[in-house]
């Protein structure tokens, strides 16, 4: 039962992490980057070609390239690309077509730099958001994944040339202006999607050296409350043997955890080091409390 309501809630919070991913992707299109033709990669920038030279209804050539590409995906690659991709290339237009009917929302600044900022910050989070819960933003990712099999190359080196190209049809009909408010938008984004992959994940490493370790080992599990590893290692100076204390902790931790150790051995050797994500027990599962508590009193 524990199992089935913990798959759930997974299940809950993928489906409202990709639906909120989409739509505040779709709604920074709709608002900031079409209203301003900033220069923006993927199929949403084919898109935007299609729109300027033909007159096509962007969100219609987003959905039909999106399933063109989903097809081919699922052909090329597999049936797991397909099924971690299906959610975006679907929500995404239906999104883009639903806020591009919404009265005014191309009338949010006059400011095509300020237009440029908060673009690449939401898309960025949008990004980050769908990419967190293991889904795939479909579209270009699948038109990459698929050359880099074809090809036997690098999927990083088709990302730049299908960004190059996409990006260059549109400098072809776009003022230097645009295209600089593109980069902006594209750096920002790059910037912010980093933060929100680790955002809640990242964690801090204590790595203390001292003869009186297991003192301090015994503190941190029990004092701190935090998980402990022990290091062998060998003094660079005088060849010695001794052991570490490695401590993984939250950063409100970091004081308490200099604390104990300045309690039992103020000449400790101390190094903290900031870790992007951190997964296991004792962090993203329940930690062993009752058998931890019966190891230490023994």
Same mark, same amino acid.
């Given at each position: ?39 923006? +990669? /993927?199929?949403?920038?084919?898109? $935007? *070609?299609? @729109? %300027?030279? #033909?007159?096509?209804?962007? =969100?219609?050539? !987003? ?74 933003? +479909? /579209?270009?990712?699948?038109?990459? $994944? *698929?050359? @880099? %099999?074809? #090809?036997?190359?690098?999927? =990083?080196?088709? !990302? ?75 003094? /660079? ?62």
């Amino acid at each position: 039962m524990k199992q089935i309501k913990k798959d759930i809630g997974e299940t809950v919070k993928t489906t409202f992490m990709i639906l909120l991913g989409n739509a505040l992707l779709a709604f920074l299109v709709a608002a900031f980057i079409i209203p301003h033709n900033i220069v923006m +990669g /993927g199929t949403t920038g084919i898109a $935007l *070609v299609a @729109a %300027k030279l #033909f007159g096509a209804d962007t =969100a219609l050539v !987003v959905f039909l390239l999106n399933l063109a590409l989903l097809v081919l995906g699922l052909v090329v690659i597999g049936r797991k690309l397909f099924f971690t991709s299906i959610a975006s290339t679907v929500l995404y237009p239906v999104f883009l077509a639903v806020m591009q009917r919404i009265p005014g929302i191309d009338s949010f600044t006059d400011n095509t730099l300020l237009a440029a900022l908060f673009a690449g910050v939401l898309m960025g989070v949008s990004l980050g958001l769908v990419m967190r819960v293991g889904s795939s933003t +479909g /579209g270009m990712d699948i038109a990459n $994944l *698929v050359l @880099a %099999k074809w #090809f036997h190359k690098g999927v =990083a080196i088709f !990302v730049y040339i299908t960004d190059i190209i996409v990006v260059g049809a549109q400098a072809i009909i776009s003022t230097p202006e645009q295209i600089m408010m593109g980069i902006v938008v594209l750096v920002l984004e790059s910037l912010v999607l980093d933060r929100v992959m680790v955002f809640g994940k990242s964690q801090l490493q204590v790595y203390v050296v001292s003869k009186k370790f297991d003192e301090i080992r015994v503190k941190f599990l029990t004092e701190l409350e935090a998980g402990v590893t022990m290091n062998y290692i060998q003094t /660079g100076a005088l060849g010695e043997e001794e052991k570490a204390v490695v401590c993984i902790i939250p950063s409100r931790k970091l004081y308490y955890a200099n604390e104990i150790v300045r309690s039992v051995d103020p000449e400790a050797f101390v190094t903290v080091t900031k870790i992007k994500e951190v997964s296991g027990r004792g962090f993203t599962a329940e930690r062993r409390y009752s058998e931890l508590k019966t190891k230490i009193s023994d």
